[in-house]
Nanobody
């Protein structure tokens, strides 16, 4: 089972940017799909973005046009670049693999990171 470690969270003002990193214990080439979920206080954990082994990307409607997922195979790391951040983006962000991407939706895999807190506030 792949091990995942997130980093890069923090406190940012509305409109600002952050880049989250997810370091995997194995080559991300070996993972069919890897991505991000987030969980705000008192809410369920929701899908944010995913990237397949082939480089296809998928986003939740709430982050399309603002967030970008990418990977660095040499570093076994997946990134989530977050721009134009809003207070509603405040949550703990989790890396997950291997996601299953179906026409019916996105389904999380067994491996989770420990999470990184993102807070958007003045």
């Amino acid at each position: 089972q792949v091990q995942l470690v997130e980093s890069g969270g923090g406190l940012v003002q509305p409109g600002g940017s952050l880049r989250l990193s997810c370091a995997a214990s194995e080559s991300i080439f070996t993972i069919s799909a890897i991505g991000w979920y987030r969980q705000a206080p008192g809410k369920q954990r929701d899908f944010v973005a995913a990237m397949t082994r082939g480089g296809s990307t998928f986003y939740a409607d709430s982050v399309k046009g603002r967030f970008t997922i990418s990977g660095d195979n040499a570093k076994n790391t997946v990134y989530l670049q977050m721009n134009s951040l809003k207070p509603d983006d405040t949550a703990v962000y989790y890396c997950n693999a291997p996601l299953r991407i179906r026409t019916s939706g996105y389904y999380s895999g067994d491996s989770w990171g420990q999470g990184t807190q993102v807070t958007i506030s003045t």
